[in-house]
């Protein structure tokens, strides 16, 4: 069995289409900018990658729109993408062949913030009918499930900014078990007054007001990370099953794991790599990919200078000292969390297809301890072979290894 | 049929080994299988919050000490509720399993999984109260907010917490499917077991959800009790006087280990899991079509996983919520399945006594379901006394049974459609 892309959906700070976030990835443009969902001036971090001119109105019917927060509307847009990506008309398939797995790491949260608010400011202790369905973490499963009559096997993973592969790999487990089809991925929308409030306590957010600095991973400079909304949904399928719909495929998802530290980060102690390193090397082995095979690592790249260190010394570890490219555009969309690891995942796929490394962006000098390799500008160059690795708060661990489609090997 | 080595995914097995269980009425596997056999409810008028502004007003609540419970000062400090019970609960599953993980290999290849549909919602409402000054303020400071807001935010900590704890270093996850998150997190732990990525998953669920918020969601949708004057007897799953669910808190986590792992060791083994399967119903977020076909889906595919008969059922420990809609809902997912065989099964609903703790409640069924098989008896529906034209099948009123308990079946269903069976077997045939 074997595990195909055949679908993507982009909904990002960087577009909202895989068409579109490649061109802002490939121009080196960032999207980071001030907040403009809510007046962020008070908070220490004011800057974000924020969905621009998504209006889901058109989108969305309007019954919907009041029961579901904006995350869903997200989801309802990416997953439409990647059914059109792939040319899946799911109205021809057997709705117990079709499944859905998002990872999510906050859930309907602008909606939340409403319906507390609501709660507490009333004398009424009252929220209103829809808060038991829209803020919490399967809501957006939920209602794609409803929405596309996806009656398969369903998830919902919260592994901070790793579960966004994760959701791949259970993509994968889903498919060996016999469902066919799988919309997976990851999508965020936490950009609310108290959901950013919560992650400024994490105290890994950047607050710098300059949106080319504020975000710059592996940087003598790095400060933190800038909080990002969006993400990216792709259709997963058995190649055979890809195959006999004259499906065109993107890449194989040849190889996951996970692991986690086993131990809680320390501040001002050096984060640990080992766990990190061994994700990345179980990856390639069930992949049966060597190292040197790799054309393209895109990293977590996180922009916490311990946690950037630690991220350098485990892809030296694996692959050499500069012993392959990475290359990294969260420094333009800003840190999506979960939805930030299937973003990435969206890029390998695009590069790919394209034959072009994309430069890396938000480092301009390398912090001692960071000597990575970072794409220094968009090189062409076939792309078969990418590993894209993520790290969620608190210990996650992922990795994933895709394998270019090479119609060739089809025929 | 039990226990034979079925086709299709390869060799792997998994048996449970371990069980830990935080559960109102009692803390630790002991009190709860006593308080089920018993026949007792935990469920009281609700003293976690002042439950008079809202319609229902009672709740099972979990009388927990941090401290005896074993918790250290950081654990006590950091943690929430939720990961506090998960602490304590796969602390005892752990050392209930004679595991021990002194050794790296095993670390690497021990996993965590662990369900929870609504994480750190309490400490965010109890932050968001001080942070907003009492909803007043749309944009909330930042700035005399607690230090782990952001583990409130995100569960993820729930299940990372487990594994620092223990040393885990395989693959880690919390799932999050609302009220099958319990049976969801199981199923994924014996898939990642089944599938060669790990050979020893801490895998469970818990939820510490009551708070005024989840309170007024319920309300809004009448989903829980209105039967404010006698809490002892408010959930009422399968009786024809049924008014609503009872909210519940707890936690459950089970060791899943592969079988020859576990035979290796010379580990007690509970019972093996022979089948899981999920599907969705595609039809509402909160509504179910009386047909059940979804949820008999699920239980079809767990069954023909574990090459079981319906014959072969001992046991179904429902999802019995105490809703009208659930109640027929399953009872006709049961007949469906199991035939004419669906009117011999023994069924019963421990949310009679325990209440509904959201996505907690699958891991404890699925812990009642390894109690069951080993010490062959099941537990009953408690306060069931009138029969409901609707649910004719045997609901075991109010008295446990002792009975020969092999192939146990249980059952979740949850908002936004979600529909999970899973079965757990007893290896008295395979294994003698």
């Known amino acids: ?411 | 049929m039990t226990g034979i080595p079925r086709p299709g995914l390869g060799e792997r097995r998994t048996v449970v080994t371990g069980v830990g269980v935080v559960a109102p009425g009692g803390v630790g596997a002991k009190a709860f299988w006593s308080l089920l056999t018993d026949g007792r409810t935990a469920t009281r008028r609700i003293s976690m919050f002042d439950p008079a502004p809202f319609r229902s007003q009672v709740a099972a609540e979990v009388d927990f000490d941090p401290v005896e419970a074993g918790l250290g000062a950081r654990d006590r400090r950091r943690g929430d509720r939720y990961v506090q019970f998960a602490l304590a609960a796969a602390a005892e599953a752990v050392a209930d399993s004679g595991l021990e993980f002194d050794d790296e290999r095993l670390s690497e290849r021990t996993g965590v999984v662990l369900g929870s549909a609504v994480g750190g919602t309490t400490a965010l409402e109890d932050e968001y109260v001080v942070l907003s000054d009492t909803g007043r303020d749309w944009l909330v400071d930042p700035h005399y907010a607690s230090p782990f807001l952001y583990q409130a935010l995100v569960p993820s900590s729930l299940a990372a917490d487990v594994a620092v704890r223990h040393g885990a270093t395989g693959p880690v996850q919390v799932v999050s499917t609302g009220c099958t998150s319990g049976i969801d997190a199981i199923g994924y732990a014996h898939q990642l077991v089944q599938d060669g990525e790990a050979d020893v998953v801490l895998a469970g669920a818990s939820e510490s959800p009551l708070s005024p918020v989840t309170a007024a969601s319920f309300d809004a949708i009448k989903a829980t009790t209105p039967d404010n004057d006698d809490p002892a007897h408010a959930s009422r799953p399968f009786d024809r006087d049924r008014t609503g669910f009872v909210l519940g808190e707890g936690g459950a986590v089970l060791v899943l280990e592969e079988l020859e792992h576990a035979r290796r060791r010379g580990a007690s083994i509970y019972c093996e899991v022979t089948g899981y399967a999920a599907r969705s119903n595609g039809f509402h977020m909160t509504g179910l079509r009386p047909d059940g076909v979804e949820m008999s889906l699920a239980i079809d595919e767990a069954m023909r996983q574990g090459r079981h008969d319906p014959d072969d059922v001992s046991y179904i420990c429902a999802h019995g919520s105490g809703t009208r809609q659930n109640d027929r809902h399953e009872t006709a997912a049961f007949k469906r399945s199991l035939g004419p065989a669906a009117y011999r099964v023994p069924i019963s609903s421990i949310k009679s006594m325990i209440g509904h703790s959201l996505g907690a409640i699958g891991a404890l069924e699925m812990a009642a379901c390894a109690l069951a098989i080993r010490t062959d008896t099941v537990p009953p529906t408690a306060n069931w006394a009138n029969r409901d034209p609707e649910c004719d099948l045997d609901y075991i009123p109010n008295t446990a049974r002792e009975l020969p308990v092999d192939v146990a079946l249980s059952v979740g269903s949850g908002f936004g459609g979600f529909q999970s069976a899973m079965i757990f077997a007893g290896l008295r045939e395979a294994l003698r």
């Not at chain 1, 794609?144 to 398969?152: D, P, T, V, Y």
């Not at chain 1, 994933?400 to 119609?407: D, E, T, Y």
């Open chain 1, 1 to 411: 069995m074997t595990a195909v892309i055949t679908g993507v959906g982009v909904l990002a700070p960087s577009g909202s289409s895989l068409a579109g976030h490649w061109e802002t990835v490939t121009g080196g443009t960032s999207r980071v900018g001030p907040i403009s969902l809510f007046d962020a001036s008070r908070y220490p971090t004011r800057l974000a990658g924020e969905v621009r001119g998504f209006d889901p109105a058109g989108r969305v019917d309007g019954r919907l729109l009041v029961q579901t927060d904006r995350w869903t509307w997200l989801g309802f847009d990416a997953a439409e993408q990647a059914l059109a990506d792939a040319g899946l008309d799911l109205s021809t398939l057997d709705p117990y062949d079709v499944s859905v797995v998002l990872a999510s790491s906050s859930g309907g949260n602008q909606f939340g913030q409403k319906e507390l608010q609501r709660l507490w400011s009333q004398p009424s202790r009252t929220v209103g009918a829809y808060q038991s369905i829209a803020w919490f973490y399967a809501a957006t499963v939920g209602q794609l499930s409803i929405r596309h009559q996806a009656k398969g096997p369903s998830n919902v993973l919260v592994a901070e900014s790793a579960g966004g592969l994760d959701s791949l790999a259970h993509a994968v487990r889903i498919i060996r078990r016999g469902t066919p089809v799988v919309l997976a991925g990851g999508l965020e929308a936490p950009l609310s007054p108290y959901a950013l409030a919560c992650q400024i306590r994490s105290g890994r957010l950047s607050t710098l007001d300059d949106p080319e600095r504020a975000y710059a991973p592996f940087d003598v400079d790095a400060a933190g990370y800038v909080p990002g909304e969006g993400g990216a949904v792709f259709v997963v399928e058995d190649r055979e099953h890809a195959r006999a719909r004259g499906a065109t495929i993107y890449a194989e998802i040849a190889g996951h794991a996970s692991t986690h530290d086993g131990v809680h980060s320390v501040e001002g102690e050096p984060v640990p790599s080992r766990q990190y390193e061994r994700a990345m090397r179980v990856a390639l082995e069930r992949a049966e990919v060597e190292p040197g095979e790799v054309d393209a690592v895109l990293p977590d790249a996180v922009g916490v200078p311990a946690a950037d260190r630690a991220e350098a010394e485990a892809i030296t570890a694996v692959f050499g000292a500069c012993g392959v490219s990475v290359t990294t555009s969260k420094p333009l969309t800003g840190r999506l969390y979960q939805g930030g690891a299937a973003l990435d995942v969206a890029t390998a796929l695009a590069s790919m297809r394209a034959g072009v490394l994309p430069a890396s962006s938000g480092t301009r000098v390398r912090a001692p301890g960071c000597e990575l390799d970072l794409v220094p500008a968009n090189r062409t160059s076939d792309v078969d072979t990418v590993l894209v690795g993520a790290r969620g708060f608190d210990g996650y661990n992922s990795s994933v290894v895709l394998r270019a489609h090479r119609p060739r090997e089809a025929a």
